[in-house]
């Protein structure tokens, strides 16, 4: 069984809190607010199964409850399917259903957190492929999964409202190819939703992820 990891090629590392953000500043003149990302905040997932909400701890994993608060505000995880569900072990998400955009995300990884917290059931965790190369895709703890403490698998929220949503998400793809029928790990990195909605039309995915108080 595969453990979760960031699909695909990396490429050059960069790593940068706020790229977009840096892209803008060379078109405008007006000087961005800075943004305090709470301790401690919540994001309302509407899924095509259903809604659930995600709580988020920064004293868990202080880098990785950041990027996620950044990808919540460019609503970066609208639209984006749930590419890689295993019943009784994960579901992934966080390929931008723009492949323009997520080529530009995947390359600005976050150094690594100490885990401080264990691959429980309803926790959120980023994937990786190796030290300090979290970007945008997560994975949700279908089960309790000892063995990605053991691989160094960093906790940084969990499911505290429809935790049964989850588990709804369409697995009959199995896994990614080649070892599964489902999609084909580089073309997801490369055609995000382009590839996957033609040719995995019953996938689930997100309509919208927001803050909420």
């Not at 899924?47 to 004293?59: I, K, L, M, S």
């Not at 931008?96 to 959120?124: A, C, S």
């Not at 489902?182 to 990195?189: C, F, H, N, T």
Request: glycine share 8%; net charge neutral; with cysteine.
């Amino acid at each position: 069984m595969w453990v979760p990891v960031i699909i695909g090629v990396m490429r050059n590392r960069r790593f940068a809190a706020l790229p977009v953000l840096c892209l803008c500043l060379a078109a405008c003149s007006k000087k961005p607010e800075k943004v305090v990302v709470p301790e401690v905040y919540r994001a309302k997932f509407e899924t095509t199964q259903g809604d659930f909400v995600v709580e988020v701890t920064r004293a868990w994993s202080p880098r990785g409850a950041d990027r996620f608060h950044e990808l919540l505000r460019m609503n970066y995880f609208d639209q984006g399917r749930f590419f890689r569900v295993l019943p009784g072990f994960i579901a992934q998400f966080g390929v931008n259903k723009d492949f323009k955009v997520h080529d530009i995300w995947r390359e600005y990884m976050i150094l690594d957190d100490p885990r401080t917290q264990k691959n429980l059931r309803g926790t959120l965790a980023f994937a990786q492929s190796g030290p300090n190369t979290r970007a945008t895709e997560v994975f949700i703890n279908l089960a309790d999964n000892p063995m990605l403490d053991d691989q160094g698998f960093v906790p940084f929220a969990k499911i505290v409202e429809g935790m049964d949503v989850p588990d709804k998400f369409y697995s009959g793809y199995g896994e990614l190819a080649p070892q599964g029928k489902g999609p084909d790990a580089g073309r997801v990195e490369e055609e995000a939703n382009e590839y996957l909605v033609p040719r995995f039309p019953n996938l689930d995915y997100i309509k919208r992820a927001r803050f909420v108080q």
